[in-house]
């Protein structure tokens, strides 16, 4: 009688292995140099194959990734400024921060007679927006008036304000971001306000040129509003809430 496993029987199925067809690939060790120096350890396999994936790899490896090993005065002044590596943009633009483009829509701003293009908000950064309210309140807290709180306060609430109405008004709609850049941009002549609102503070003065920045602000936002979205018809109903927004602006640089 034949004694077998019961779990594991002792078939032929099991234990059988195809060996038709099997190629092992035979490699030479090239060990010249490896530790001793004045040559470089490969892999050479048949056919050539790990001679180039080791050999020529290595050898070209410092290459590949273009560093040299070495730390210059050039490498320390790119990696601290924004100059950046050949192969790499430069830091601002990986920021989202362009110097160009904010000066093109400042100008657009502080000039009321000069046409709007209509892809002027195309590139939406935030980068100008904020440094124009970081200057607004540095401008106020100079004149001794801390209102950081309420610049922000106010700026949020009419950004989500302008936000709903514009996309209830249009028939594109707009996002947040581009709504919060020119909000930001049109806040321009307001910094210019706050630059002057210690020498103005309760004078006639202040307040013609109060006036006046609220109407600049206006009259640009918008312009740029109604270029946008393509609704210069709905131009008054979009001035409307727009000056209210610069209103209470006003209202924090002078008083």
């Known amino acids: 009688m034949q004694q077998g496993n019961i779990l594991f029987p002792s078939t032929d199925s099991y234990y059988t292995t195809t060996s038709n067809d099997l190629q092992f690939q035979s490699f030479t060790y090239d060990t010249k140099g490896a530790y001793g120096g004045g040559g470089s350890s490969n892999y050479a396999g048949a056919g050539g194959v790990g001679g180039v994936g080791y050999g020529q790899g290595a050898a070209t490896g410092g290459q590949a990734y273009g560093h040299t090993g070495g730390v210059t005065w050039s490498s320390i002044r790119d990696a601290f400024t924004t100059a950046g590596f050949g192969d ?16 093109t829509k400042g100008i657009t701003v502080l000039n009321p007679l000069r046409p709007v293009d ?38 949020m609430l009419g950004w989500f304000s302008m936000w709903g109405i514009l996309n209830l008004m249009s028939e594109t709609g707009i996002d947040g971001y581009r709504t919060a850049s020119v909000l930001g941009y049109c806040l321009l002549p307001m910094v210019l306000l706050s630059m002057i609102s210690a020498l103005l503070s309760g004078h006639v003065a202040g307040l013609i040129l109060s006036a006046l920045s609220v109407l600049w602000c206006t009259h640009s936002a918008s312009l740029m509003f109604v270029t946008v979205l393509s609704m210069s018809e709905q131009r008054l109903l979009v001035a409307y809430p727009v000056g209210l927004l610069y209103s209470a602006f006003a209202l924090l640089a002078v008083f």
């Open 88 to 103: 790499e943009p430069p830091l601002l633009e990986e920021l989202g921060i362009n110097f160009g483009h904010i000066k």
């Open 118 to 155: 209509k892809h002027i908000m195309d590139d939406t950064d935030l980068a100008g927006p904020l440094l124009f309210c970081l200057a607004f309140g540095g401008f106020l807290l100079l004149s001794g008036k801390v209102h950081f709180g309420y610049v922000y306060g106010v700026a």
